[in-house]
């Protein structure tokens, strides 16, 4: 079992940036595909990003290709979510997610463990 706590959230302008972090518990940090979902008021909660256990692989949602980038170190037992170029729609609740997989998936339903999340603001 891994818990998960993020932090990095805060109030931007746009075209600013934020990096999110989220620290993992556990010895077993390398089991795990780590992901960055966000749910944004009365929305569901949409994938971002995600890195595969050693870091090789990541998947991107399509709009944040460019923008954002998804890092882990294993060494530290942490992830990364770099944003930037922020625009006020990526203002949400931005959650950490862990998977025991060697897949990597954007479905918030096949993540295990999940952070309690960070606010992330972009003003216009």
């Known amino acids: 079992q891994v818990q998960l706590v993020e932090s990095g959230g805060g109030l931007v302008q746009a075209g600013g940036s934020l990096r999110l972090s989220c620290a993992a518990s556990?010895?077993?940090?390398?089991?795990?595909?780590m992901g960055w979902f966000r749910q944004a008021p009365g929305k569901e909660r949409d994938f971002v990003a995600a890195i595969s256990r050693r870091g090789v692989n990541t998947n991107y949602a399509d709009f944040v290709k460019g923008r954002f980038t998804i890092s882990r170190d294993n060494a530290k037992n942490m992830v990364y979510l770099q944003m930037n170029s922020l625009l006020p729609e990526d203002t949400a609740v931005y959650y950490c997610?862990?998977?025991?997989?060697?897949?990597?998936?954007?479905?918030?339903?096949?993540?295990?463990?999940w952070g309690q999340g960070t606010q992330g603001t972009v003003s216009s």
């Open positions: 997610a862990g998977r025991v997989s060697s897949v990597v998936t954007a479905g918030p339903h096949e993540y295990d463990y």
């Open positions: 556990g010895r077993t940090f390398t089991s795990y595909v």
